[in-house]
């Protein structure tokens, strides 16, 4: 019996968070507050955390990514982000 399972969303912000072109000033910065609005929903019915899988991250830590999103109004928790394998594109 599988206890304790734990709800992830690993979010990739380009094209999910900052898609919505009337809500954007910045295309390299600013994020939709209606997508975020959005993923709070998500997060609040399911109790899921965030794995930014997103090139955000690179040269980022986990409280810097936290700050950043929550700067848009996010409600979540960022508890990680997915490491580098290989080269960097």
């Excluded at 399911?46 to 090139?55: F, W």
């Excluded at 409600?75 to 960097?88: D, I, W």
Aim: charged share 35%; with cysteine; proline share 1%.
């Amino acid at each position: 019996m599988i206890h304790d399972l734990k709800k992830i969303i690993f979010l990739d912000i380009d094209g999910v968070l900052n898609c919505e072109i009337d809500d954007i000033q910045n295309e390299f910065e600013d994020i939709s507050k209606r997508c975020v609005k959005m993923l709070n929903t998500i997060i609040k019915e399911t109790d899921a955390k965030v794995v930014i899988s997103s090139v955000w991250r690179n040269n980022r830590t986990v409280d810097q990514l936290q700050e950043l999103l929550e700067k848009y109004g996010f409600e979540g928790e960022v508890v990680s982000k997915t490491p580098h394998l290989g080269k960097e594109v």
